[in-house]
C-alpha cells in the first residue's frame, strides 16, 4: 500500500514538472491562442493576458487548461465558430468571447464540446453570439459562472444559449443567460443537473426538454421569457425550487409540460404567468408544495392527463386556478390552500368543512370564447359561476379538493 | 347654484342616511383589513362592493332625495332661480355627499392601516376614483327618472329596474352575444359593448389592475393594445366623464321643459 501511494506520489510530481505554463500576448513569442495549442503539450496551461485576439476556429484537441487573465477578448469576428473543444480533459475559464458567425446551416457556437469527457467551462462572457455553449456528445462536464447575452430578436435567426445534445451527466450551474433563443436547452440528454441559473428575457424558452430524461433542475429562476420551461417528451425529471415569473402573452406560460411522465414538481414558485402551468398530455406527476400566484391560469389541463397528485400547494389570486378543457377528470387535489375558498371550518382543524370546486364554469366558456374573457369578475359570471358549483354540468363533477386548508401553507 | 348647492349638500350630512352610508363603508374597510389581515384580498373585495353597490345606493338615493325634496323644490321654483342652476345644484349636493361618504369611510381605515406605504395605494386610488364616477353617473340616471316619472312607485321600480339591467342582465345579454357570434372575430365588438355600460366599463379598469396577466392571454391586436399600453385606461376614463355628461345635459335640458 505505501509503495502504491509513493509511485502516485511520484507520477503526480512528475506529470507536474512536465506540464508547462504558455502565456499568450501581444508582445510575447506566442502572440494568438491557435499557436498556443499548437506548441502545447498535454496537460499544459496556456494562460492568456489581456488583450484583443482575432481568432476564429481554434480547435483543442489535446487535454490542456485555458486560462484568461482578466477577460482577454476572443474577436470571432463572425466568420464562424470560435473554440472547439474535441479532447477530454479542456478546461476553460475567464475569457470574453465574442461576435460568432451566424450560418442558417451550420450551427456556429462560441464554444463547442465534441465527444469529450470531462470538460470544464468556467466564467466565460459570451456576447454577439449565434449558439453559446453548445456540448455534442459528451459527457461528465461542468459548466460554471457563464454569462451569456445574445441579441436574439426572431427564432428562425438566433441560437440557444447552452445546449446540450446527446450529452450525459453534465452540470450546469450559476449561469446568466439572457436575450437569446432558448436559454438552456436539452435533446437526448440525461442525468444532468441544472442548477441556481438565471434565465431572462429570452425569444422562445428559458429552459428547454426535449427527449431528455432523469435530469433535475432546482433553484433557478426564469423570468420574461417567450415561455419560462418547455418540458417535453421526457421522463422523470425532477423540478425543485424554481421561480417562474411574469411570463405573460398569448401563448406564454410559466412552465410547459407536454408528454410528461413520472415528474416531480416540488417548492416551485409561479408569479404573475399568462398561464402558470399548461399541461397536455402529462402523467403521474406529483405537484407539491408549489405557490401559484397573480397568475391568469394557475393550471391549464389540455386533455390526456391521467393520475396526476396536486398536494398542498398554495393557489392566490389567480384570475383563474385550474381550467379544464373536458369534464373528465382523472387527478387527484388535495389539501391544497385556496384563495378563493369561501367554506368554513366550524370543527376548527384547519381544514375547510366544505369541498371546494376549482374549475369554474366561466374558465370553460373563456376556453370556448376567448373573447369573453372581458366579463370576468361581473356579477352575472358570479352568478352562473354559482350554480355551476351547485350542480356542475360542464365541469368535472369529481374535481374536488375535499380537504381545502384554511391558512395558507408554509413548509 | 351654489347656494343650492351648499343647502343640498349640508340638508344631506345632517341626514341619517350619509352617516349609515359613512359608517357602513367605516365597517367594511375595517372589517377587510383588521380581519383579512390581507392587502390582496381585501381590494377584490371592495373592487364587488363598488362595482355593485356604489351604482345601487347611488341609484336609490337620488330618486329618493328628489322626491322627499320636491315641495321644496317647487317652493323654489317660485323664485327668480335659474332652473338648471335649482336641479344640477341639488344633483351636486346629492352626488358629492354620497362620494365623500364613499371616500371618507373607505379612506380612513385604509390609511389607519397603513396604505401610504404600501404598493396597494395605486389600484386603492384607482377603485375609489372608479366609485366617485359610479355615483356621479348613477345619481344622474337617477335624477333623469325621477324628472320623467310624478309616480313615485313607478320611479323607484324604473330605478331599480336600471340598476338590475347596468349590474347583471346587461352582462348576460353580453355573453349571449358574445357566444353566439363566436365565429366571428370580437374584440371590437366586446370593448364596445363595454364601453356602453358604466358598471362593466369600471370593472374594466379595475381588471386591468388585477388580471392584466389573464387578459394579455388573448390574441388580437385590439384587445393587445387596449389592456397592454395606457390606451385603455385613457379611453375607458374619457367614457366615464361621457357617461356623466350625457345624464347631466338631460337633467338639464328636461328640467327646463319640466311642467310643475
Known amino acids: 500500500m ?50 484583443t485576439y482575432k481568432e476564429y476556429n481554434i480547435i483543442i484537441n489535446k487535454p490542456l487548461t485555458i486560462i484568461g487573465k482578466k477577460y482577454p ?7 464562424g465558430e470560435i473554440i472547439t473543444i474535441i479532447s477530454d480533459n479542456v478546461t476553460v475559464d475567464g475569457l470574453f468571447i465574442i461576435n460568432v ?81 432558448d436559454g438552456i436547452y436539452l435533446e437526448f440528454s ?35 421569457n417567450g415561455a419560462g420551461v418547455a418540458v417535453m417528451f421526457s421522463k422523470r425529471i425532477k423540478m425543485y425550487q424554481n421561480l417562474f415569473k411574469e411570463n405573460w402573452g398569448t401563448a406564454s406560460y410559466g412552465m410547459l409540460l407536454k408528454e410528461i411522465n413520472d415528474a416531480e414538481i416540488i417548492g416551485n414558485i409561479f408569479e404573475d404567468n399568462t398561464i402558470g402551468i399548461n399541461i397536455e398530455g402529462s402523467n ?46 382523472d387527478n387527484e387535489f388535495n389539501k391544497n390552500y385556496w384563495s378563493n375558498y369561501t367554506g368554513y371550518d366550524l ?50 363533477d369529481d374535481l374536488l379538493d375535499n380537504n381545502p386548508q384554511i391558512k395558507k401553507l408554509t413548509w | ?82 332652473r338648471s342652476s335649482i336641479f344640477l345644484g341639488q344633483y351636486l349636493g346629492v352626488a358629492l355627499s354620497l362620494s365623500m361618504s364613499l371616500i371618507l369611510g373607505l379612506g380612513i381605515p385604509f390609511m389607519f392601516y397603513g396604505l401610504f406605504k404600501s404598493s396597494a395605494i395605486w389600484d386603492f386610488s384607482l377603485l375609489l376614483i372608479t366609485g366617485t364616477f359610479l355615483t356621479l353617473i348613477f345619481t344622474a340616471l337617477a335624477f333623469n327618472i325621477a324628472l320623467s316619472n310624478e309616480n313615485k312607485i313607478k320611479g323607484f321600480g324604473y330605478a331599480i329596474l336600471l340598476w338590475l339591467f347596468l349590474a347583471v342582465i346587461y352582462d348576460g345579454l353580453f355573453l349571449m352575444t358574445l357566444i353566439m357570434f363566436e365565429d366571428y372575430p370580437l374584440d371590437k365588438l366586446s370593448l364596445v359593448g363595454t364601453m356602453l355600460n358604466p358598471i362593466d366599463l369600471s370593472r374594466t379598469l379595475i381588471l386591468l389592475k388585477l388580471d392584466i396577466s389573464a387578459l394579455l392571454g388573448y390574441t388580437g391586436a385590439v384587445f393587445k393594445q387596449f389592456f397592454g399600453t395606457n390606451f385603455g385606461l385613457i379611453v375607458s376614463f374619457i367614457m366615464l366623464t361621457v357617461w356623466v355628461v350625457l345624464p347631466v345635459l338631460r337633467i338639464t335640458f328636461k328640467a327646463k321643459k319640466k311642467d310643475f
Open chain 1, 2 to 51: 505505501k509503495h502504491l501511494f509513493s509511485f502516485i506520489a511520484a507520477i503526480l510530481m512528475a506529470s507536474s514538472t512536465i506540464a508547462q505554463t504558455i502565456e499568450v500576448c501581444k508582445s510575447c513569442p506566442i502572440s494568438s491562442l491557435k499557436d498556443a495549442i499548437t506548441q502545447a503539450k498535454d496537460f499544459d496551461t496556456i494562460i492568456v493576458k489581456k488583450g
Open chain 1, 73 to 79: 477578448v476572443i474577436d470571432g469576428e463572425l466568420k
Open chain 1, 101 to 181: 458567425g451566424t450560418s442558417y446551416t451550420e450551427d456556429y457556437a462560441a464554444i463547442r464540446v465534441q465527444k469529450s469527457k470531462n470538460f470544464f467551462i468556467q466564467n466565460l462572457v459570451l456576447e454577439k453570439l449565434f449558439f453559446g455553449i453548445y456540448i455534442e456528445k459528451s459527457r461528465d462536464g461542468k459548466v460554471f459562472h457563464n454569462k451569456i447575452i445574445g441579441d436574439a430578436v426572431e427564432e428562425y435567426n438566433s441560437g440557444n444559449g447552452i445546449q446540450l445534445w446527446y450529452s450525459k451527466n453534465i452540470q450546469i450551474e450559476h449561469n446568466f443567460v439572457q436575450h437569446v433563443r
Open chain 1, 190 to 224: 440525461d442525468d444532468c443537473l441544472i442548477k441556481n441559473n438565471v434565465s431572462t428575457l429570452n425569444v422562445r424558452y428559458g429552459l428547454h426538454f426535449m427527449f431528455s430524461n432523469d435530469d433535475t433542475y432546482q433553484n433557478n429562476t426564469f423570468e420574461n
Open chain 2, 1 to 82: 347654484m351654489l347656494k343650492i348647492l351648499k343647502y343640498s349638500f349640508y340638508d344631506l350630512m345632517r341626514s341619517r342616511w350619509s352617516y349609515v352610508y359613512f359608517a357602513f363603508y367605516l365597517l367594511l374597510g375595517v372589517v377587510l383589513l383588521f380581519l383579512n389581515n390581507d392587502l390582496s384580498k381585501a381590494v377584490i373585495t371592495l373592487m364587488n362592493v363598488i362595482i355593485i353597490l356604489v351604482p345601487l345606493i347611488g341609484t336609490i338615493f337620488g330618486v329618493m332625495y328628489y322626491y322627499n325634496s320636491k315641495e321644496f323644490t317647487e317652493l323654489l321654483l317660485a323664485q327668480p332661480l335659474k
Open chain 1, 347 to 396: 370543527d376548527k382543524n384547519g381544514i375547510g368543512d366544505v369541498p371546494y370546486r376549482p374549475v369554474k364554469l366561466f374558465s370553460y366558456i373563456v376556453n370556448r370564447t376567448p373573447e369573453t374573457i372581458i366579463l370576468l369578475r361581473s356579477m352575472f359570471i358570479d352568478i352562473i359561476d354559482f350554480s355551476e358549483k351547485v350542480s356542475p354540468v360542464f365541469t368535472p
Open chain 1, 284 to 329: 403521474r406527476i406529483n405537484y407539491k408544495h408549489n405557490t401559484f400566484t397573480n397568475n391568469g391560469w394557475a393550471i391549464k389541463v389540455k386533455g390526456a392527463c391521467y393520475t396526476n397528485k396536486f398536494i398542498e400547494n398554495n393557489f392566490l389570486y389567480n384570475s383563474f386556478d385550474i381550467a379544464y378543457n373536458s369534464n373528465v377528470n
